[in-house]
């Protein structure tokens, strides 16, 4: 007897039928959503407002432009890589269950986040540093790309009934604004 995938009870939660949770239970799914997206997006727009500082620590000396550009593309890096961590997550979430990879994604993004911090500056490491710079900013994009898109949009519309799942979403994707300037405001507190 064959299982179709959308058939399985991953997380616990039975996908063919969309009304099984209450609505407390439902808005739990939400807030755990909402509070993963804020730490994830925190972690990522941390490096922006650190730019400046990145790019004086990690790239070579003589050209405070050309550092400060190549930060700003590493920081790019991490966007251009979304889209394959949305498919990856999304096809792990398909196959193991999307609390397993929503879980993931926030534990690739923290060893992430802390391995930058932890990172010898170039002066120390050479070329080096700013090679495992990008490889932790691509590892950062990968992690947001898989938590943004299929997972946590997934888990906080999807089972909710007699909600318009849109404007469920949509809170959700609110939470991330707020981290940005959360974000910014961390930084100007500090300097």
């Known amino acids: 007897m064959s299982t179709v995938a959308s058939e399985l009870p991953h997380d616990g939660i039975s996908t063919t039928d969309p009304s099984v949770l209450t609505r407390a239970q439902a808005w739990r799914v939400v807030l755990a959503s909402s509070l993963g997206t804020m730490f994830e997006w925190y972690d990522f727009f941390i490096y922006g407002s650190l730019a400046v500082i990145f790019g004086a620590r990690?790239?070579?000396?003589?050209?405070?432009t050309a550092a400060f550009l190549a930060s700003l593309a590493t920081f790019g890096a991490g966007f251009a890589v979304r889209p394959l961590g949305g498919i990856l997550f999304g096809a792990v979430g398909d196959m193991i269950g999307r609390k397993?990879?929503?879980?993931?994604?926030?534990?690739?993004?923290?060893?992430?986040?802390?391995a930058i911090g932890f990172l010898p500056t170039f002066e120390t490491w050479g070329w080096a540093a700013p090679v495992a710079l990008v490889g932790f900013r691509l590892l950062q994009g990968l992690a947001l790309g898989g938590e943004s898109g299929p997972v946590s949009t997934s888990r906080s519309t999807r089972h909710i009934s007699g909600v318009v799942p849109g404007r469920v979403g949509s809170k959700r994707q609110q939470v991330s604004v707020c981290w940005l300037r959360w974000s910014s405001s961390s930084f100007a507190a500090c300097r």
């Open 58 to 64: 990690f790239f070579p000396e003589g050209s405070e």
């Open 100 to 114: 397993i990879s929503f879980l993931a994604t926030i534990v690739l993004m923290g060893i992430s986040t802390a």
